[in-house]
């Protein structure tokens, strides 16, 4: 009769590095990026967060991923949700930078300037609300390039000019909202 022991012990010895290897993959891994980072607080600056109804940990050195109104996803930043929360300004080109992003909700601010074309950059984007700001312009050319998009609304700003062609070659866009322009 063999002794069980040793088959046991290797057993809970191969379990145990397992269950550690899995752990690591699923802990966090701390601050994304100082790129992302940046592209967060350059947000912040354009668009006076200091008088922003809530900035809860903006420009702290807690985690990016713990202030308000940014959601992230293995560590990176997935959505930013500032909806009603008084920005003001233009929207930075740094945002160009959060390339994991996948959804933008900065609806009902005072948002001004044209609709940014640096949005094309973003290869994750699907849901984009710049709905009730004060964007003026067309939508810009390079727009054509957002190929996953899903939702896109742009009411209630001052938007102006035709509807370009383009929109009807994006398969995945599944509302389009550009009322009360």
Not at 121 to 150: C, M, T
Request: proline fraction near 5%; hydrophobic fraction near 45%; aromatic fraction near 10%.
């Amino acid at each position: 009769m063999t002794n069980p022991v040793p088959a046991l012990r290797n057993f809970i010895s191969t379990t145990a590095v397992l269950l550690a290897f899995g752990m690591c993959l699923l802990a966090p891994q701390g601050f994304a990026s100082e790129e992302e980072r940046a592209a967060l607080m350059a947000l912040y600056d354009a668009t006076d967060g200091p008088n922003w109804t809530n900035s809860t940990g903006w420009g702290t050195e807690t985690d990016y991923c713990d202030w308000f109104g940014v959601i992230c996803l293995n560590a990176s930043v997935y959505e930013i949700d500032l909806r009603r929360n008084n920005l003001s300004g233009e929207l930075p080109q740094a945002l160009a930078q959060l390339t994991q992003l996948d959804e933008l909700i900065l609806v009902g601010n005072a948002l001004t300037g044209s609709l940014p074309a640096w949005l094309s950059e973003l290869p994750a984007l699907k849901h984009v609300y710049l709905n009730n700001n004060e964007f003026s312009g067309s939508l810009p050319v390079e727009w054509a390039g957002l190929q996953a998009i899903q939702r896109l609304y742009l009411g209630d700003n001052q938007l102006t000019g035709a509807l370009p062609a383009w929109l009807a070659d994006i398969a995945t866009l599944d509302i389009f909202d550009i009322t009360l322009n």
